[in-house]
């Protein structure tokens, strides 16, 4: 294993095909870039300064307020070289006793980006916890299969132009809505959350979790509007769930990213879309 200082190191870029991927170790290997030929998906730091790319928290909130403490989401990552892949490792957090360490990558069998999370319990007594993406892009169409269950806090949730076909729940992006900062907070089911913006399909794929499992005052899925519409995110909670000292849990994340077919309605409560979405992630129709 080659460890390099994260201070000496410029953002990884990672090609694939059409598919290009930056990750910045100076922030604690957050992803800032990810585009399909010249269609980017995340929102860049000039829209905020600090809210841009995507990123990983520990879950719930109420554990570390705001801003998110720095040595998981701020502070440099160590790079390690392990088995021809590049491994980001992140220091002790002092408000929480967590580590961070992640792995990127794209899987060739179905030209997906894959994001291995793992976290680690540094304390000396067990400790809660959840792993929580949360990405930033455009306001478009977004919507996910919800579970039978509502999640455990429907009052937290104020995200207006929210509506459900069948099983799918639909957000459909309206600036002239955005007053203040919304948010929704849902039980998903088949585990993936998608999003149509600018002509592109986004889906992210992960672990479907029951409602007993969802860290507190958390959904499975969340989406966040920002005050002045000038981004959304796409946010997906892992199991919650005990670490004893010195143990770790891991948490993995697909991406796709597709140009969307002309004959593909893109509007809400379309049939078309969330079987096309179903037939990529290979996931089949309820």
Known sequence: MILFLALLLPPDTIHFGAYTAVIDPMKSARVISFSYQDKELLTQEEVHSFNYGSTLWSSPHGEWGWPPPPHLDGQPFEVALEEHEKVYRGQRDTVTGLRFIKRFGFDPSDTSFVAHYTVENLNDTPRYVALWEVTRTPGGLSYFPVGKEKAAIPSFSRLRSVSQTGDIMWYQYNRDSVHRS??????????????????????????????????????????????DGSYIELENHSRYLALPPGGNFHYRVRWYYRPVPSHINSDPGSQELTTWTRKIIKKPAR
Request: no cysteine; hydrophobic share 40%.
């Open 182 to 227: 919304q948010k929704l907070y849902e039980n998903g089911a088949e585990g993936w959350l998608a999003h149509v913006h600018n002509g592109m399909l986004f889906v992210k794929v992960f672990e479907d979790i029951s409602r007993e499992a969802m860290p507190p005052t958390h959904g499975e899925v969340e989406i966040y509007v920002h005050t």
